[in-house]
């Protein structure tokens, strides 16, 4: 082999090394991981897992902190990928005594990350806070009342995004009375959405375009796991408008390779049941490539179950009086460590601490 030719096959295998950086994030007992969020160590680099817990490409990544609203983050070395397991998170959701009382109430506490990779001018924008839900269990009917804190590399973002996600928020992180099986098939029922058995404790969610997501009971929980923006898009394409497919083909085009992610764990019986106060955490997450700016967007939406209890009105009022605590920063960290909420990677808290400082 002449020297030419030696230097050509380096830079071949060179180059092939670095476009198989890739990831698998895996539980103790060796299963996927999906939507882990993966950031690199320098904070220019952010990427998720997908419904096998693989990240295709690290971009060059050497160490990288790994979140997921279910297990303990991780900070590791990567080098050219490979498989990395997590640890669960010993999330301590209180007991519930069942008793005849009129109400339910459930605590819920979120926090919602926006971040691009623009690392002169990123659009960071933390929000958290508590959502007071309760259940009539006559009516079937919820109410909740909100508390925020919010903050944002510049205000008119703050602004902006308190009043474009303020009701999102507020949807997702409030307490659901119809089941996510029954949600998603009523939904997507057009396009065939099902859920079928696929193994020991696993079924896949299909529609009549593919597998979509799926549904795993592990340890008296049952997680459900779905791309969202994938249902939506198929959605459409079967039955929308041709004004509607337009549409959404020129958000996609605007936000390219987007990515709605989400996942949502419930406690269950030995026949697997639950009911709306069984919720225990969910995580939305949704990313893009802005053909705007040219940059990586990632939304994160994490949501934990804080308290709940069978009440009365008067108990119900009393359960709020209780949990109200001054909405700092520094009493929300408390808080999360106190009830033993996973926290973010290093990197996404250290553009959180940056933010907090700049108000």
Not at 200 to 220: A, F, H, R, S
Not at 255 to 272: A, C, H, L, T
């Amino acid at each position: 082999m002449n020297y030419r030719n030696y230097i050509l096959m380096l830079l071949l295998m060179m180059a092939a090394s670095v476009s198989a950086q890739k990831l698998r994030v895996v539980d103790k007992a060796g299963q996927p991981v999906p939507y882990a969020s993966i950031i690199s160590e320098n904070g220019d680099f952010i990427g998720t897992t997908d419904l096998e817990g693989t990240l295709a490409d690290l971009k060059g990544a050497d160490i990288v902190s790994i979140t997921h609203v279910a297990y303990q983050p991780k900070k590791v070395k990567v080098g050219q990928g490979g498989v990395v397991a997590l640890d669960d998170a010993d999330f301590d959701l209180p007991e519930l005594t069942v008793t005849k009382k009129p109400l339910t109430y459930v605590q819920t506490y979120y926090r919602i990350l926006y971040v691009d990779d623009d690392p002169e001018t990123p659009i960071c924008y933390y929000r958290t806070g508590f959502l007071n839900n309760s259940y009539d269990n006559k009516t079937l009917k919820t109410s909740s009342d909100e508390e925020h804190l919010s903050a944002c590399n510049t205000g008119i973002f703050k602004t902006m995004l308190n009043t474009v996600l303020g009701k999102y928020i507020k949807r997702l992180a409030g307490l659901s009375t119809e089941k996510v099986e029954n949600r998603l098939k009523k939904q997507y029922k057009a396009i065939g959405l099902k859920i079928t058995p696929n193994g020991p404790g696993k079924q896949l969610i299909t529609d009549k375009y593919g597998t979509v997501g799926m549904v795993t009971d592990k340890q008296g929980e049952r997680r459900y796991t779905f791309e969202a923006h994938k249902l939506k898009n198929h959605l459409i394409q079967t039955i929308g408008t041709d004004k509607k497919k337009a549409k959404a083909e020129k958000r996609d085009e605007e936000k390219k390779n987007r990515k709605d992610q989400d996942f949502i764990v419930y406690s269950i019986d030995d026949e697997g049941n639950y009911s709306p106060e069984d919720y225990v955490m969910s995580q939305s997450a949704t990313s893009y490539d802005s053909g705007k700016s040219g940059y990586h967007v990632n939304i994160f939406l994490q949501v934990f179950t804080t308290d709940r209890a069978y009440v009365t009105k008067a108990e119900l009022k009393q359960k709020k009086k209780e949990n109200k605590i001054k909405m700092t920063y520094r009493n929300l960290l408390d808080f999360e460590r106190s009830h033993h909420i996973p926290a973010l990677s290093e990197a996404f808290q250290k553009r959180i601490n940056e933010v907090i400082k700049a108000k």
